[in-house]
C-alpha cells in the first residue's frame, strides 16, 4: 500500500490518535509483533491470543503506531508510541483493506468463491496468467474475514489482475468481503454436498456465497463451475452481469484420456478449435475440473487461445500432493486427496506401496464422506480395493460408506466403520505394524489434514522432513548440467543421507535417474528386497559379499586383487557373467587400484569367461576446493591413462565415471559417461566453490517441538556444566525433544540458534542426548507444541545445512547421516 501519515490513517479506519509522536509514515500493516516490517501499521486483533498483549512490543519492534480497541486503551502503555483507538481492530483493518482496493483502479479484481477447490482454482488462474501479465494472487488460502483484508492489503500497486479467494462460514459474512475486494469478475466452483452448518439449506448457502457477485459491473462475469440450474438462476437474479454457466461451449474444455503413472493424459479443447494432448500431474477428475475452470476465467481474462495451452501445460497443481510419514517402527501412512475412480484409487494404492517396498500389508482409510457416492461407483471402488490387495478398510459411519461396506462384502475385504475421524485414527495408530502403510483419503480442500500427522507425528517429536519434489528438480538440474548422454547414479548409501534409501530411490527412478550406488552389500540387498529393480553399483563389498551380490543382481566395484578373485570364484560357481566395474586409485589413496596395478587387472579381464568390465571408476580427493584443482587434475590425468589403456586392449562400453557431486558441477571434463551424485539430491552444496555455479532447491529440514517452558531466576544455570546462565528476570527457557543420539550433535552449539516461527533462539547449555534447552526469553509467542526448525528448511523457513555444517567444522554429510532412528521421517511429495 501507498504510505500514510498516522493522522491519515486514523480517517481511513475511523479512529482517534491517542499519544501522537513524532510524524512518520506508515506504509504497510502488521498483525504479528515479532514479524512486522518497521513502517507498518500494527492491528491488535483479539485470536487465539489478544493482540493488545503485544501492543508494546510491536512499537518497540519498529511499528509507527497500533489500532486498538477503544476499551483497551485505558490498560495500554502511554508513551509507547501513538495509538489510533478504534471499535473493532479487525473491522478496521478491513477499512484499510477497502480504501487500499479504491487505490487500485487498474487493477481487474477476480474473486474465487465456492465450497471447494477455491485455492486449487485460485493458485491454477494465477499459474496460467502469470506468463502473459503479472497476476496477484492471495496467499495460500487466505480467505476469511482476516485473510482476505491482508490478500487485498499485500496486492502491489501496478498489477493486472488480482485473484481473491474468498469463504464464508456464517450468514452476512460475503457481504463483508464483497465490500473489500469489489471483483470485477467471480469464479463460483461448486456449491458442494457437505452440508453448511450455519445455512439454512442450499438456496441459503448459495445466496450467500453469491453476495460476492451483487455489486459486479456490469460488464463483469460470474463463471460457474458446476452444471446446477437453481443456482444459476439464482445466480442471475442477484447480478446484472452476464452469468455462464459450467461447460459453455465457448470455453476451453477438458476430457480425461487416462491415466500415466500418478497424471492424467487429458485432451484439451481450447475456444476456436485448438486443441492438445496435456499430461498434468494429479490422478484426480476433482482437480482436473479445477484447472479446466481456471482455464475458462482465464480465457474470459483475455488469455489466447494458444497462450491457454501452452500455459496449461506447464502447470502443475500444487495441491495434488501425496504426503507420506514414515514411523520410526516402519510403518508408512500416506495422505491423499480423496478420489473414488477406481484408476486413480489403485494408481494411488501402488505408489503408497512401492514408495514403502510393499511387505507389510496396505490398509485403506476412507476419510471423506464421499457424499454423492452411487452403489455403482462404490461397487467398482471395492473391485479396485480387491484387486489391489487391501487387507483392510476403514471408514466412517458416514451414509456413503454403507455402499462402500455393503459392495466389500462379497470380496471379503474387511471394513471398520467408526463414528469420527478421532477415533479411526486411535484404531489406525494402534493397528500399524512395522512395514504396513495405510493409505489415508482425506477430504478435498484440507488436504493432509494436521490431525492425520499427528497420527504419526505423535510417536516422535522430532521430524525430518524430505521434500521429493526438491529431490526431482535437483535431479533435473543435474541432467540439463550434464546433457542428455552422460548416465546419472543417485548416491544412496548410508540410508540415503539419512533420509530412507527406499523412497529415495523410487523417486530417483521416476526422475530419470540410471544407477544406484551404494556403500555395502546389505544396502543393495535392502534395496532388491524392496523391488528396486534399477542396476546398484557397490562402493565396498568385501570379498566374502560376492555370492550374494551375484544372487541380488548387483554390480561390484573391484577396488583390490583380493576383490578380483572372490568376483572370479563366485561368477564362476553361478555359472552366469557378472559384470564388474574396476576401481582406479587416481592419488585420493582412500580405495581402488593404482594406475598400474588396474591396468594388470584388466590385462586379465580381457577376454575373461565370467567376469566383464562393465565400468572403470575413481574418487577425487578435492574437487570442491579450488586452491587443490592441480591435484584434482593430476588425479583425472592418471585416470585417464587408464581409460586410454583400457581402450586400447579394446574393452568396450566401458562406463567411465569420477565424479561426486562437487566435481560433476566443476569439472565438466571429469563427467566422462557417468557422475555420482549424493548430497545435490538434497540441493545441497559441498562447497561455497559449487554454489553459484548449479542452482540447487534445497530439500530437507529437521525440525522438534517445544515439550516444556520454564521462567528462570538470573544466575539459574541451565544443563550439564551448567554453562548457560540466566541474566535478566524474564527468561524463558524452553527444552526441545532432540538431543545428540536423534541428530542434534553437541558440536551444534557452535551454531548457536535454532528458529521458531522464523525467530533465532540460542541454544542454551549443552546438548543432551535426548534433549537441548534454547532461550526463548524475548519471544512470548513461542509455547508448548511450537515447531523449532533444527536445520535446513521446512515451512518458508530456513537454516542452510551448508552454514551449521561450516559452523561445526564438518560438512553436510556428516550432519544428515547423524539423524537417528529415533527421528520421524516425513517425505512429501507433488
Ligand atoms: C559418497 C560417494 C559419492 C557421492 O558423493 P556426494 O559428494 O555426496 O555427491 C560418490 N561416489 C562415491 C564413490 C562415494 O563414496
Given at each position: 500500500?501507498?504510505?500514510?501519515s498516522?493522522?491519515?490513517a486514523?480517517?481511513i479506519v475511523?479512529?482517534t490518535?491517542?499519544?501522537?509522536?513524532?510524524?512518520?509514515?506508515?506504509?504497510?500493516?502488521?498483525?504479528h509483533?515479532?514479524?512486522?516490517q518497521a513502517?507498518?501499521?500494527?492491528?491488535?486483533?483479539r485470536g487465539?491470543?489478544?493482540?493488545h498483549?503485544?501492543?508494546?512490543?510491536?512499537?518497540?519492534?519498529?511499528a509507527?503506531?497500533?489500532v486498538?480497541a477503544e476499551?483497551?486503551?485505558?490498560?495500554?502503555?502511554?508513551?509507547a508510541?501513538?495509538?489510533?483507538?478504534?471499535?473493532?481492530?479487525?473491522?478496521?483493518?478491513?477499512?484499510?483493506?477497502?480504501?487500499?482496493r479504491r487505490?487500485?483502479t487498474?487493477?481487474?479484481?477476480v474473486?474465487?468463491i465456492?465450497?471447494?477447490?477455491k485455492?486449487l482454482?485460485?493458485?491454477?488462474?494465477?499459474?496460467l496468467?502469470?506468463?502473459?501479465?503479472?497476476?496477484?494472487?492471495?496467499?495460500g488460502?487466505?480467505?476469511s474475514q482476516?485473510?482476505?483484508a491482508l490478500s487485498?492489503?499485500?496486492?502491489?500497486?501496478?498489477?493486472?489482475?488480482?485473484?481473491?479467494?474468498?469463504?464464508?462460514?456464517e450468514?452476512?459474512?460475503?457481504?463483508?468481503?464483497a465490500r473489500?475486494?469489489?471483483?470485477?469478475?467471480?469464479?463460483?466452483?461448486?456449491?458442494?454436498?457437505?452440508?453448511?452448518q450455519?445455512?439454512?439449506?442450499?438456496?441459503?448457502?448459495?445466496?450467500e456465497?453469491?453476495?460476492?457477485?451483487?455489486?459486479?459491473?456490469?460488464?463483469?462475469w460470474?463463471?460457474?463451475?458446476?452444471?446446477?440450474p437453481?443456482?444459476?438462476?439464482?445466480?442471475a437474479?442477484?447480478?446484472k452481469?452476464?452469468?455462464l454457466?459450467a461447460?459453455?461451449?465457448?470455453l476451453p474444455r477438458?476430457t480425461?484420456?487416462?491415466?500415466?503413472?500418478?497424471?492424467?493424459?487429458?485432451?484439451?479443447?481450447?475456444?476456436?478449435?485448438?486443441?492438445?494432448?496435456l499430461?498434468?500431474?494429479?490422478?484426480?477428475?476433482?482437480?482436473?475440473?479445477?484447472?479446466?475452470?481456471?482455464?475458462?476465467?482465464?480465457?474470459?481474462?483475455?488469455?489466447?487461445?494458444?497462450e491457454?495451452?501452452?500455459a496449461?501445460?506447464?502447470?502443475t497443481p500444487?495441491?495434488?500432493r501425496?504426503q507420506?510419514w514414515r514411523?520410526p517402527?516402519?510403518?508408512?501412512?500416506?495422505?491423499?486427496?480423496a478420489?473414488?475412480?477406481p484408476?486413480?484409487?489403485?494408481?494411488?494404492?501402488?505408489?503408497?506401496?512401492?514408495l514403502?517396498?510393499?511387505?507389510?500389508?496396505?490398509?485403506?482409510?476412507?476419510?471423506?464422506?464421499?457424499?454423492?457416492l452411487t452403489?455403482?461407483?462404490a461397487?467398482?471402488?471395492?473391485?479396485?480395493?480387491r484387486?489391489?490387495?487391501?487387507q483392510?478398510?476403514?471408514?466412517?459411519?458416514?451414509?456413503?460408506?454403507d455402499?462402500?461396506?455393503?459392495?466389500?462384502?462379497d470380496?471379503?475385504v474387511?471394513?471398520?466403520r467408526?463414528?469420527?475421524?478421532?477415533?479411526?485414527?486411535?484404531?489406525?495408530?494402534?493397528e500399524?505394524?512395522?512395514d504396513?502403510?495405510?493409505?489415508?483419503?482425506v477430504p478435498?480442500?484440507?488436504?493432509?489434514?494436521?490431525?492425520?500427522?499427528?497420527?504419526?507425528?505423535?510417536?516422535?517429536?522430532?521430524r525430518?522432513?524430505?521434500d521429493?519434489?526438491?529431490?526431482?528438480?535437483n535431479?533435473?538440474?543435474?541432467?540439463?548440467?550434464?546433457?542428455?548422454h552422460?548416465?546419472l547414479?543417485?548416491?544412496v548409501?548410508a540410508?540415503?543421507y539419512?533420509?530412507?534409501?527406499v523412497?529415495v530411490a523410487?523417486?530417483?527412478?521416476e526422475?530419470?535417474v540410471?544407477?544406484?550406488?551404494?556403500?555395502?552389500?546389505?544396502?543393495g540387498?535392502?534395496?532388491?528386497?524392496?523391488?528396486?529393480?534399477m542396476?546398484?553399483?557397490?562402493?565396498?563389498a568385501?570379498p566374502?559379499d560376492?555370492?550374494?551380490?551375484?544372487?541380488?543382481?548387483?554390480?561390484?566395484?573391484?577396488?583390490?586383487?583380493?576383490?578380483y578373485?572372490?568376483?572370479?570364484?563366485?561368477?564362476?560357481v553361478?555359472?552366469?557373467?557378472l559384470?564388474?566395474h574396476?576401481?582406479?586409485d587416481?592419488?585420493?589413496?582412500r580405495s581402488?587400484?593404482?594406475?598400474?596395478a588396474a591396468i594388470?587387472?584388466?590385462?586379465?579381464?580381457?577376454?575373461?569367461?565370467?567376469?566383464?568390465?562393465?565400468?572403470?571408476m575413481?574418487?577425487?580427493g578435492c574437487?570442491?576446493d579450488p586452491a587443490?584443482?592441480?591435484?584434482?587434475?593430476?588425479?583425472?590425468?592418471?585416470f585417464?591413462?587408464?581409460c586410454?589403456?583400457?581402450?586400447e586392449?579394446?574393452?568396450e562400453?566401458?562406463?567411465?565415471?569420477?565424479?561426486a557431486t562437487?566435481a560433476?558441477?566443476?569439472?565438466?571434463?571429469a563427467?566422462?559417461?557417468m557422475?555420482?551424485?549424493?548430497?545435490?539430491?538434497?540441493?545441497?552444496h559441498?562447497?561455497?566453490?559449487?554454489?553459484?555455479?548449479?542452482?540447487?532447491?534445497?530439500?530437507?529440514?529437521?525440525?522438534?517441538?517445544?515439550?516444556?517452558?520454564?521462567?528462570m531466576?538470573?544466575?539459574?544455570r541451565v544443563?550439564y556444566?551448567?554453562?548457560?546462565?540466566?541474566?535478566?528476570p524474564?527468561?524463558?527457557i524452553?527444552?526441545?525433544a532432540?538431543?545428540?543420539?536423534?541428530?542434534?550433535p553437541?558440536?551444534?552449539?557452535k551454531?548457536?540458534?535454532v528458529?521458531?516461527?522464523?525467530?533465532?533462539?540460542?541454544?542454551?547449555?549443552t546438548i543432551?542426548?535426548?534433549?537441548m534447552?534454547?532461550d526463548?526469553?524475548?519471544?512470548?509467542d513461542?509455547e508448548v507444541?511450537?515447531?523449532?526448525?533444527?536445520?535446513?528448511?521446512?515451512?518458508?523457513?530456513?537454516t542452510?545445512i551448508e552454514?551449521?555444517?561450516?559452523?561445526?567444522?564438518?560438512?553436510?554429510?556428516?550432519?544428515?547421516?547423524?539423524?537417528?532412528?529415533r527421528?520421524?521421517?516425513?517425505?512429501?511429495?507433488?
Open positions: 500500500m501507498d504510505p500514510v498516522v493522522a491519515e486514523a480517517s475511523g479512529g490518535v491517542h499519544f501522537p509522536g513524532e510524524e512518520r509514515e506508515v506504509g504497510g500493516v502488521a498483525i509483533s515479532d514479524r512486522l513502517d507498518s501499521l500494527f492491528f491488535a486483533l487465539a491470543t489478544d493482540g498483549q503485544f501492543v508494546a512490543r510491536a512499537l518497540a519492534n519498529g509507527i503506531a497500533a486498538v476499551d483497551c486503551l485505558a490498560e495500554l502503555p502511554r508513551d508510541g501513538p495509538l489510533i483507538a478504534v471499535a473493532d481492530p479487525l473491522a478496521a483493518l478491513q477499512e484499510m483493506a477497502v480504501w487500499w487505490q487500485l487498474s487493477t481487474t479484481f474473486a474465487v465456492g465450497s471447494n477447490g485455492t482454482t485460485k493458485d491454477a488462474l494465477v499459474g496468467l502469470a506468463g502473459h501479465r503479472t497476476t496477484y494472487g492471495s496467499p488460502s487466505y480467505n482476516l485473510g482476505v487485498v492489503l499485500q496486492c502491489p500497486a501496478d498489477v493486472p489482475v488480482a485473484v481473491i479467494e474468498a469463504a464464508a462460514t450468514p452476512g459474512e460475503m457481504a463483508r468481503l473489500i475486494v469489489a471483483p470485477d469478475a467471480v469464479v463460483f466452483t461448486n456449491l458442494g454436498t457437505r452440508s453448511a450455519h445455512f439454512d439449506g442450499r438456496e441459503e448457502h448459495a445466496r456465497l453469491l453476495g460476492m457477485a451483487a455489486g459486479l459491473p456490469a460488464d463483469g460470474v463463471l460457474m463451475g458446476e452444471p446446477d437453481a443456482v444459476h438462476h439464482l445466480a437474479s442477484i447480478t452481469a452476464r452469468v454457466p461447460g459453455d461451449t465457448a477438458l480425461r484420456l487416462r491415466h500415466v503413472e500418478r497424471s492424467s493424459l487429458v485432451r484439451a479443447f481450447a475456444p476456436g478449435g485448438a486443441e492438445a494432448d499430461l498434468v500431474a494429479t490422478p484426480s477428475p476433482e482437480v482436473l475440473r479445477d484447472l479446466e475452470l481456471a482455464m475458462g476465467a482465464a480465457t474470459l481474462l483475455g488469455l489466447g487461445p494458444e491457454l495451452l501452452a496449461a501445460a506447464e502447470y500444487p495441491s495434488t501425496m507420506m514411523r517402527d516402519g510403518a508408512t501412512v500416506v495422505g491423499e486427496l478420489n473414488t475412480d484408476l486413480a484409487l489403485s494408481s494411488a494404492l501402488r505408489t503408497a506401496r512401492s514403502t517396498g510393499g511387505h507389510g500389508r496396505t490398509l485403506m482409510i476412507i476419510g471423506d464422506p464421499l457424499a454423492g452403489a455403482e461407483s461397487a467398482a471402488m471395492a473391485r479396485c480395493l484387486a489391489e490387495n487391501v483392510l478398510v476403514c471408514g466412517l459411519t458416514a451414509d456413503a460408506h455402499l462402500v461396506e455393503e459392495a466389500l462384502r470380496t471379503g474387511p471394513m471398520h467408526f463414528p469420527d475421524e478421532d477415533r479411526v485414527r486411535a484404531f489406525v495408530a494402534t500399524l505394524r512395522p504396513d502403510v495405510a493409505l489415508v483419503h478435498r480442500d484440507t488436504m493432509v489434514t494436521d490431525a492425520w500427522m499427528h497420527l504419526v507425528e505423535t510417536a516422535a517429536a522430532t525430518l522432513y524430505v521429493l519434489a526438491a529431490v526431482k528438480s535431479v533435473a538440474a543435474f541432467r540439463k548440467l550434464v546433457g542428455p552422460t548416465k547414479m543417485g548416491v548409501k540410508e540415503a539419512g533420509t530412507n534409501p523412497t523410487h523417486t530417483l527412478r526422475a530419470g540410471d544407477w544406484l550406488g551404494v556403500a555395502t552389500t546389505d544396502e540387498i535392502a534395496l532388491r528386497r524392496a523391488g528396486v529393480q542396476p546398484v553399483l557397490v562402493f565396498l568385501v566374502g560376492v555370492e550374494r551380490l551375484v544372487r541380488h543382481r548387483l554390480t561390484p566395484s573391484l577396488y583390490s586383487v583380493e576383490m578373485d572372490a568376483a572370479c570364484r563366485a561368477a564362476a553361478s555359472g552366469r557373467r559384470d564388474v574396476v576401481e582406479v587416481s592419488g585420493m589413496h581402488g587400484l593404482y594406475p598400474e594388470e587387472l584388466l590385462a586379465k579381464l580381457r577376454g575373461h569367461e565370467h567376469l566383464r568390465l562393465a565400468g572403470l575413481s574418487h577425487l574437487p570442491d587443490e584443482d592441480d591435484l584434482t587434475r593430476e588425479q583425472l590425468k592418471r585417464g591413462s587408464v586410454a589403456a583400457a581402450a586392449m579394446g574393452f562400453d566401458v562406463v567411465r565415471h569420477t565424479s562437487a560433476t558441477i566443476r569439472f565438466p571434463e563427467r566422462y559417461d557422475v555420482r551424485i549424493g548430497l545435490g539430491l538434497y540441493g545441497l559441498v562447497s561455497t566453490a559449487t554454489t553459484d555455479l548449479l542452482t540447487l532447491t534445497p530439500g530437507v529440514g529437521l525440525v522438534s517441538r517445544i515439550v516444556e517452558i520454564h521462567n531466576a538470573p544466575g539459574e544443563g556444566g551448567g554453562l548457560f546462565r540466566a541474566q535478566s524474564d527468561t524463558r524452553a527444552l526441545i532432540a538431543g545428540y543420539y536423534d541428530a542434534v553437541r558440536a551444534f552449539r551454531v548457536g540458534y528458529l521458531i516461527n522464523g525467530h533465532r533462539c540460542q541454544i542454551a547449555g543432551s542426548m535426548d534433549s534447552a534454547i526463548i526469553t524475548g519471544h512470548p513461542a507444541g511450537d515447531d523449532v526448525l533444527i536445520f535446513g528448511q521446512h515451512a518458508g523457513f530456513s542452510p552454514q551449521a555444517a561450516a559452523a561445526m567444522d564438518t560438512v553436510s554429510h556428516e550432519l544428515l547421516t547423524q539423524v537417528g532412528p527421528v520421524q521421517r516425513i517425505f512429501t511429495q507433488h
